[in-house]
């Protein structure tokens, strides 16, 4: 009897996808399963995706990579959120922090809503001054949460993710991965066989002649999409009608200080710059739209605005925001930028790779691919995308600004109905409801929210019943403890200094 389980994989394409993959394969499944990675050094990677969000370290914790070992090993820095400098209009600033809750609940309504009230009487300051992480990060503080403190402390729970060097990420994956058996090919790819009777993937052939074949095929060849587009026709959806973006200009420069605990997005005329600061150096990019800048414009923003020397030529990556029809097209299951694009606005690559690989894990074949997997896989990853999709629409089209063409065209545009109706129920009386499994939640979208200009008209008419002396007390009480927390919180050198410093040269 033919023995028809899914057990040899062939994983297209390194970088960070193709390693993260392989690496959680061989945990996860041992010598179950047989991966082989094909890549070429003459094809390089993006190397960018340097800021991550929360979620990666449930990634590393299943790897069951040791942290301190993760941030020497990536250079790596703490990350408490993303600093919006001018996206609601020139001059305005907030902080959309990583923590779990704005302040503190009360009763059955989150903080915001008795905060609505408040902010309306002048009895409160910004939403910002309610979380350690957005009153930590522009005060360059951080700490990992404290075990010595009481349960309900705000130190007890800090949320946090990383900023990386991903150049540096991947190699460490790959002598993870292949000290639990993972075979790595070197070579380009020439040629993908398809099966002739079901068109699915049969084999790829190498430029040497080499024929690897494989029962599933993962497809982690960036924007190439060797298997999931050049080889199946699986199609592209484009979300350029709504995320205008389509380049980006990247830099890596020289350290000029103490790195903050938090990723910079700075609103430019035609897109937005990113400032990303590792124990090594820093990098920074501008993304932009190429309808309303050039590239040699662009450039010179950039430049003109880092504040490090230079340490290599700028670089440009092309792309288009949106997702390829099908994630999962027969026996390809396509990871990373293979599988499209968003935009970096909230560091989200390196966690679309990380759901691709979750989903997979969840949904893995035994015996041949069959479609109701990959159906599912499909579904999954489509409300995802389209998730994180609508939240990275709000940054753009919910602004005052009408400066320049770009964002008169971002605040005038039409948006997806499932944005509007978030945009609606909050406008309404400031109500978020976080939809099943969707990475932002309600903390996120009430951050944003409120820090692009969405003012509720109202609130929840059970804060009404809170009096307002005791409504004003709480407050004034919730943002004294925040601010009691970040006193005695070290510097975040201080806290790399004595945790997890890289070795210095000399």
């Known amino acids: 009897m033919t023995d028809s389980r899914v057990s040899n994989i062939v994983i297209v394409g390194g970088g960070t996808a193709g390693w993260m993959t392989a690496a959680a394969l061989a945990k996860t499944f041992g010598q179950q399963l047989s991966v082989r990675l094909v890549e070429s050094r003459e094809i390089g990677t993006v190397g960018v995706g340097e800021a991550t969000v929360p979620h990666i ?53 989150p903080f915001h809503q008795y905060w609505l009230k408040a902010a309306r009487a002048g009895r409160a300051g910004p939403l910002g001054d309610y979380t350690v992480h957005t009153l930590a990060a522009p005060r ?9 403190v009481p349960a ?19 190699p460490m994956l790959r002598q993870y991965a292949e000290a639990r058996g993972v075979r790595r090919t070197e070579g380009k790819v020439a040629e993908v066989k398809l099966r002739p009777d079901d068109g699915f993937v049969e084999s790829v052939v190498l430029e040497g002649g080499e024929v690897i074949a494989g029962d599933l095929f993962i497809d982690c060849s960036g924007f190439r999409g060797l298997l999931i587009e050049q080889a199946l026709h699986t199609g592209y959806i484009s979300f350029s009608d709504w995320l205008p973006c389509d380049r980006a200009i990247a830099v890596r420069t020289e350290s000029d200080g103490a790195p903050p605990p938090y990723t910079r997005a700075n609103a430019q005329a035609a897109g937005w710059q990113w400032r990303i600061p590792l124990q090594h150096r820093t990098g920074d990019g501008y993304v932009y739209s190429s309808a309303h800048i050039s590239d040699d414009e662009a450039t010179a923003t950039l430049l003109r605005n880092i504040q490090g020397r230079p340490l290599c030529e700028p670089f440009q990556l092309r792309f288009t925001a949106g997702t390829r029809r099908k994630l999962w097209n027969r026996n390809v299951v396509a990871i990373g930028l293979s599988s499209g694009f968003m935009e970096p606005l909230e560091s989200t690559s390196i966690h679309m790779i990380q759901m691709g690989i979750t989903r997979l894990l969840g949904l893995f074949p035994r015996e041949g691919c069959h479609p109701v ?20 629409i709000l940054h ?3 602004t005052e600004r009408e400066d320049t063409p770009f964002w008169r065209q971002c605040r005038h545009m039409s ?3 499932s944005l509007q109706d978030n945009l609606d129920l909050f406008t309404d009386s400031g109500r978020f409801f976080r939809n099943a499994e969707e990475l932002f939640a309600e903390i996120s979208w009430v951050q944003v929210m409120i820090g692009q200009g969405i003012v509720p008209r109202s609130w ?10 005791d409504l004003y007390r709480f407050i004034a009480d919730v943002g004294r403890v925040m601010a009691d927390c970040v006193e005695v919180m070290p510097t975040h050198q201080a806290f790399i200094d004595r945790h997890c410093a890289i070795a210095r040269a000399g």
């Open 57 to 109: 370290k449930l990634f590393n914790n299943l790897l069951q990579l040791d942290e301190v070992e993760f941030i020497r090993k990536t250079s790596a820095t703490f990350k408490l959120g993303i600093q919006f400098n001018d996206w609601r209009r020139p001059g305005d600033s907030y902080i959309h922090g990583f923590g779990t809750t704005i302040g503190r609940s009360l009763g059955l309504l």
């Open 140 to 148: 360059g503080k951080f700490m990992t949460s404290a075990s010595d």
């Open 152 to 170: 309900n402390s705000p130190l007890a729970d800090i949320g946090y993710a990383y900023h990386m060097d991903t150049t540096l990420y991947a």
């Open 373 to 392: 997997l990959a159906e599912r896989y499909n579904a999954q990853l489509k409300f995802d995308t389209e998730r994180i999709r609508d939240f990275l």
């Open 396 to 398: 753009y089209h919910a």
């Open 415 to 417: 948006i997806p109905p």
């Open 460 to 469: 929840h008419p059970l804060v009404d019943q809170v009096p307002e002396a």
